[in-house]
């Protein structure tokens, strides 16, 4: 059996345990409270199960619309060729813009000419721009079309039209600074879209004048 000396330095040994566990627990608390106010000067973002979230911005603002307008004047030999007579328009986009709905619209003025009445002149506005065949569609060099269009597989003015409202577009964005360039072929139902006035036969047609406006609508990126 060991002499009450030993029992002091077990006791002693017992002490300075005691003393170094006292410390681990203070230096635990410690850093505890600096988390804490660290969090709490961060607005609680590191808060316990706070969700991780990052607010996205969206890529586009507000809806916006271009406008390209284009014309042509023709005469009945227009359309005597293997060809239909074309028409085409460009705008240039100033912001990124990105088409999702367009509208087309047609306007047709005719002129006949005879010996006895002399000139006259009737206009219309042509319903669902039926006359009309879109054959190319450009954002700058991107071609809008899967293939490359001809009057033969062009898109009728009537998916355009404006009560054609379920209908939309999905093509390339038009970045600032380039043109939206679009052709539009012209059937020859166009001769037909006024009837002469009294006194004037068809034969006395001297010159058809189409006009259109086809309206760009969709988002314009941020």
Not at 70 to 96: C, D, I
Not at 107 to 116: A, E, F, L, M, R
Not at 134 to 157: H, K, R, Y
Request: charged share 15%; glycine share 10%; aromatic share 8%.
């Amino acid at each position: 059996m060991g002499s009450w000396e030993d029992d002091d330095v077990h006791l002693g040994n017992y002490s300075e345990i005691g003393e170094s566990l006292r410390g681990m627990q203070d230096a635990s608390v410690g850093a505890q409270q600096a988390l804490a106010t660290l969090r709490s000067r961060l607005g609680g973002r590191f808060a316990g199960h706070a969700p991780v979230s990052k607010a996205m911005r969206s890529p586009y603002k507000d809806s916006t619309q271009i406008g390209i307008s284009a014309s042509g004047t023709f005469t009945l030999t227009s359309w005597s060729g293997s060809a239909l007579p074309q028409v085409s328009g460009l705008t240039r986009v100033y912001k990124s813009f990105k088409p999702t709905k367009a509208i087309l619209t047609e306007k047709v003025q005719v002129q006949w000419t005879n010996g006895t009445l002399g000139i006259t002149t009737r206009s219309v506005n042509v319903p669902d721009a039926s006359d009309l065949v879109l054959v190319q569609a450009f954002s700058g060099a991107d071609n809008c079309f899967p293939n490359a269009p001809t009057e033969a597989n062009g898109i009728s003015g009537p998916t355009f039209a404006n009560n054609s409202l379920g209908n939309g577009i999905s093509w390339p964005t038009i970045n600032g600074g380039i043109d939206m360039t679009v052709g539009f072929a012209v059937e020859d139902s166009v001769l037909y879209a006024i009837d002469p006035p009294a006194g004037y036969v068809q034969d006395d047609v001297t010159s058809i004048r189409v006009s259109l406006r086809f309206n760009l609508l969709g988002p314009s990126l941020r």
